[in-house]
């Protein structure tokens, strides 16, 4: 078992609205507190965030009330008392959770995405996007003393960790307990070509077609970009 000790190098912390994402220029995240975040620097509160700013690049954060991040293509929502810290790299958000629950909505233009949690770095490959929806995935990170769950109530996700390659679906969720057990989701072959064959999806590249007769919905892939290991667990 890895010991969660300096998860938060560079990371990313937010709050989830169901309303549509907004754009916003140069991909910059900005935080909207539901009250006030502290930051958090060797176990001691440094500071505070009272109203809409820059996300914090690189700090541990803990929210009082929940919390709302936005950045082009992706929003999330920490609940209240969320542990967590965030990253903008050029082509991909970090986001690490040390206990509590994130909720997000990610569309299929966003920078790819990776939650780093105390047992293990899930990193999203693909966001495939139900043609009848909003144009985004839903979903949640959980984490407590028992492990952690990713679970989706909107679209798909194919992720990986661990040497795992799985689709998170609505009703579906993935749970890494902290003894190492892997329990929910749909194991998917690895490798490149046809694509993978899902309940209700079909991925082949950069295109998915959800449900017959259902349309065409983008994904966006991040097989090709490596997760860096963020921290000791």
Not at 31 to 36: E, H, L, R, V
Not at 43 to 55: D, M
Not at 56 to 79: K, T, W, Y
Not at 155 to 180: F, S
């Amino acid at each position: 078992m890895k010991k969660f000790g300096e998860m938060f190098a560079p990371i990313l912390a937010a709050v989830l609205i169901a309303q549509p994402i907004v754009a916003i220029a140069g991909n910059t995240g900005r935080i909207i507190p539901n009250g006030k975040i502290g930051i958090i620097s060797e176990g001691k509160e440094v500071g505070q965030i009272k109203s809409e700013a820059p996300v914090p690049e690189g700090s541990l954060m803990v929210c009082d009330g929940n919390c709302i991040m936005q950045a082009h293509g992706l929003q999330l929502v920490a609940q209240d008392k969320s542990v967590f810290a965030v990253t903008e790299a050029s082509e991909r958000w970090d986001v690490a959770v040390k206990n509590g629950r994130i909720d997000f909505g990610v569309k299929a233009d966003s920078k790819s995405l990776a939650f780093h949690t105390p047992t293990d770095v899930i990193q999203v490959q693909q966001v495939i996007v139900p043609a009848s929806s909003e144009g985004l995935v839903r979903g949640s990170v959980t984490v407590t003393d028992k492990g952690t769950e990713l679970a989706v109530t909107e679209g798909m996700l194919k992720v990986a960790y661990n040497g795992t390659q799985q689709v998170v679906q609505p009703g579906e969720p993935i749970v890494l307990a902290q003894t190492g057990a892997v329990t929910g989701g749909t194991a998917v072959a690895g490798g490149t070509g046809a694509g993978i064959t899902t309940t209700g999806a079909i991925v082949a590249g950069t295109v998915a077609v959800v449900g017959i007769g259902a349309g065409v919905a983008a994904t966006a892939g991040s097989d090709s970009n490596e997760v860096q290991q963020l921290s000791k667990f």
